[in-house]
C-alpha cells in the first residue's frame, strides 16, 4: 500500500507525484478538511456536485486559511501555496487520482453507501476510503463495498484547522495496514490521534450528544435562558463556548441525526432528543448554517451538498 503522505511539489492533477487526497462534499467539513490537507503539502480535489457547490467550498477553505493567516499560524506565503493546492472536481470521476477519499456527505447512511458504492468503480483497490462520519457505524457504511476492508472512520472536528483532535474508527472488518495508513495520514497532518471502537457516536459524538441534549430539555423545562445555561457551562466548567453555542456552530440538524442514531443504537432514553430540536430542525433553524438557531447569526450560503454536516 502506497504511504498517504506529502513528498513533492506541481499540483496539476495529471502530473503531481505528490499524494492526492479527494474530499467528497464541498460543505463546511469537507472545505476544512481540504484546507488542512492543502496547507500540509498535499496536492487536493474538493469535490462537489455541482460547480457553485465546489467553487463555494473553495472559498470557504480559503477563508478558513485566511483565518489562521490573520491569528498568525499560517503566513501570507504558505496560505498561497495551499490555496494553490486545491482544485475543483464536480462529481467523482476525479478520485481515480487519489490515493486516499475522504467523505463529507450528510450524516445518512444511505448516501455514504451509495458514494462508496460508486467510488468503488471509479478508484483503483489500492485507494484508502475515509469516512468522516460522527456517529453511524463505520462497518455499517462498508457493509454494501466489495472489499469493506478498505474502509476507515477518520473523524474531523469543526473548525478543522483549529481543532487538534482526530478520531480513528476502524470498522470491524477494517485490514490493519488501512488503519496504519489512516493513523500516519492524520498524523502528517499535524492532528493528535485518538481510536475508538465502532460503536455509534465512538467517544467524542457519544459524550458530546448527551451534553447538548441535556441543555435543551433544561431549556425547554424551563430551568434558566439559554443565556444563563451557556454562561453556566463556560464558567462552571470551564468550557470554550456553551452548549447551545456549540450546537449552533455543529448544526441543530446534525446534532439531531447524532441523537437518532444514538437512540436506534443504544435505546437509552439520555438519546432521545429534545422536542424543541426537532422542532426547531423543522422550522428550518438550524443555527450559523441557517443563519437562525438558538441564537442569530448574520445571513450564510447553505452548505456543499445539502445536509452536509458540521
Partial sequence: ???????????????????????????????????????????????????????????GAASAIDKAVRHGSVTPSDREEAVRNIDLGIGLRRAELARIVIEAAPERLDV???LFQELETIVPPSTIFATNTSSLPVT?????????????????????????????????????????????????????????????????????????????????????????????????FHHPMGPFELADLVGLDTALAILDVLWDGFHDPKYRACPILRTMVSAGQLGRK?????????????????????
Fill in 140 to 236: 455499517s457504511i462498508a457493509s454494501v463495498l466489495k472489499d469493506p476492508g478498505r474502509l476507515v472512520g477518520i473523524h474531523f472536528f469543526n473548525p478543522v484547522l483549529q481543532m487538534p483532535l482526530v478520531e480513528l474508527i476502524p470498522g470491524h472488518l477494517t485490514r490493519p495496514e488501512v488503519v496504519h495508513e489512516a493513523r500516519r495520514f492524520a498524523v502528517a497532518l499535524g492532528k493528535s490521534v485518538v481510536t475508538s471502537r465502532d460503536t455509534p457516536g465512538f467517544v467524542t459524538t457519544r459524550a458530546l450528544a448527551v451534553l447538548l441534549n441535556e441543555a435543551a430539555w433544561m431549556l425547554y423545562e424551563g430551568t434558566a435562558t439559554k443565556e444563563d445555561i451557556d454562561t453556566a457551562y463556560k464558567l462552571g
Fill in 1 to 59: 500500500m502506497n504511504a498517504v503522505e506529502p513528498s513533492d511539489t506541481g499540483s496539476d492533477p495529471r502530473r503531481s507525484v505528490r499524494p492526492r487526497v479527494f474530499v467528497a462534499g464541498a460543505g463546511i467539513m469537507g472545505s476544512g478538511i481540504a484546507a488542512q490537507c492543502a496547507l500540509r503539502g498535499y496536492a487536493v480535489t474538493l469535490e462537489d456536485v455541482s460547480e457553485e457547490l465546489a467553487r463555494r467550498g473553495l472559498e
Fill in 290 to 310: 441557517s443563519g437562525v438557531g438558538f441564537y442569530t447569526y448574520p445571513a450564510a450560503p447553505p452548505p456543499g451538498r445539502p445536509g452536509t454536516p458540521t
Fill in 112 to 114: 455514504k453507501q451509495a
